[in-house]
T-cell receptor, first 117, second 116 residues
Framework: AQSVAQPEDQVKVAEGNPLTVKCTYS??????LFWYVQYPNRGLQFLLK??????LVKGSYGFEAEFNKSQTSFHLKKPSALVSDSALYFC???????????????FGKGTKLSVKP | DAGVIQSPRHEVTEMGQEVTLRCKPI?????LFWYRQTMMRGLELLIY????????DSGMPEDRFSAKMPNASFSTLKIQPSEPRDSAVYFC??????????????FGAGTRLSVL
C-alpha cells in the first residue's frame, strides 16, 4: 500500500535555529512528493514539490526539502526558523497512474511546528 | 483570483439533519477535490472530479455522503442524515487538469462542521 509517514507529531525549535520536519514514504514506482503548510483556521498551502531532477528542492518562504531515494525520505528543512513559521506541515505523495487515480494525493498526518522567540 | 471559495465557514447542526457544503473552484481548474480533516484520521480524500465527472469516490465513508459537480464552477458535498462522527473540517481543493500528477492543489479555507 502507498503511504506517507511523519514520525513526529510536534517539532519545537528556537527562532534562528535550523529546523527539520521529517517525512518518509512507501510507494511502488517513482513518487511525486509535496509539502504543504496549514496555518490556523486556513486551508493548506503548497510549499514545494519534487518531481524529478535535483534532489534538493527549494520552495516558498525559504523552505527546502531533500529527496533521498535510498532512505525513502523527503525531509523539510529551513536554515533559520521564524516565529511565523509556526504551523502544521503536511507531507504528501502522488504516484502517477496509481490505480487509475492519478490525482490522488496521499497525505501524512501532519507535524506541528512551534518556533519560540 | 479569489482562490477556492467554500461556504459556509462554520456549520452547526443537529444529528439527523441534512448538511450541504459548497465549493467554488478557481476559474479554469478542471479538477476538484473534497477532503475531510479530523484529529484522529488526519486529512482524508473523499472524492475528486475531473471535468465535472467523479473519478475516485472510494474515500466517501458511506451512503450518507454524496457529492455533485453540476458545472465547472460549483460543487456540493451533502451529508444526509448527519451524525456526530461527521464533525470535522471539510476542505475543497482545485487543480489544473494538465498533468494532474505533477500539479499542486489549491485549498479553500474549509468548512468546520459540528453535528450535535
Amino acid at each position: 500500500a502507498q503511504s506517507v509517514a511523519q514520525p513526529e507529531d510536534q517539532v519545537k525549535v528556537a527562532e534562528g535555529n535550523p529546523l527539520t520536519v521529517k517525512c518518509t514514504y512507501s510507494v511502488s514506482g517513482n513518487p511525486y512528493l509535496f509539502w504543504y503548510v496549514q496555518y490556523p483556521n486556513r486551508g493548506l498551502q503548497f510549499l514545494l514539490k519534487y518531481i524529478t531532477g535535483d534532489n534538493l528542492v527549494k520552495g516558498s518562504y525559504g523552505f527546502e526539502a531533500e529527496f533521498n531515494k535510498s532512505q525513502t525520505s523527503f525531509h523539510l528543512k529551513k536554515p533559520s526558523a521564524l516565529v511565523s513559521d509556526s504551523a502544521l506541515y503536511f507531507c504528501a505523495v502522488r504516484v502517477p497512474n496509481y490505480g487509475g487515480s492519478q490525482g490522488n494525493l496521499i497525505f501524512g498526518k501532519g507535524t506541528k511546528l512551534s518556533v519560540k522567540p | 483570483d479569489a482562490g477556492v471559495i467554500q461556504s459556509p465557514r462554520h456549520e452547526v447542526t443537529e444529528m439527523g439533519q441534512e448538511v450541504t457544503l459548497r465549493c467554488k473552484p478557481i476559474s479554469g481548474h478542471n479538477s476538484l477535490f473534497w477532503y475531510r480533516q479530523t484529529m484522529m484520521r488526519g486529512l482524508e480524500l473523499l472524492i475528486y472530479f475531473n471535468n465535472n465527472v467523479p473519478i475516485d469516490d472510494s474515500g466517501m465513508p458511506e451512503d450518507r455522503f454524496s457529492a455533485k459537480m453540476p458545472n465547472a464552477s460549483f460543487s456540493t458535498l451533502k451529508i444526509q442524515p448527519s451524525e456526530p462522527r461527521d464533525s470535522a473540517v471539510y476542505f475543497c481543493a482545485s487543480s489544473p487538469w494538465t498533468d494532474l500528477a505533477k500539479n499542486i492543489q489549491y485549498f479553500g479555507a474549509g468548512t468546520r462542521l459540528s453535528v450535535l
